[in-house]
């Protein structure tokens, strides 16, 4: 069993072109053991934005910790807020927008 603080995570940039102000911790990963799934925690700044971009075998399912923005499916601009959960299936285009003035902090699970 693995227990510890997010703080003790190194946070660093997503390797997504394109993405502006955003953060990313791997709270557990395939270093820590984990075989079926992966648990990041992104962190977006206010002004923020991850871009539209897709993966074309893999879900998502996020949970939105802090604050709030804009989740864009190409289509369809939708507001989140802190509690929110989000299904995003694979395939699916999607987007984050941080356009309040205080961080949005979302944890993001994929399988591995």
Known sequence: MLKRHFTEVKEEPPNLAGTKGCTVRWLIS????????AMRLFTL???GTIPLHEHEVTEHEIFIVEGGGILNDGINATSVKRGDAIFVEAGEKHSF???????LQFICVIPI
Do not use: K, S, T
């Not at 395939?30 to 799934?37: C, I, K, L």
């Open 45 to 47: 700044q206010p002004g």
């Open 30 to 37: 395939h270093e820590e053991g984990a075989v079926h799934y």
């Open 97 to 103: 927008i941080n356009n309040a003035d205080h961080p």
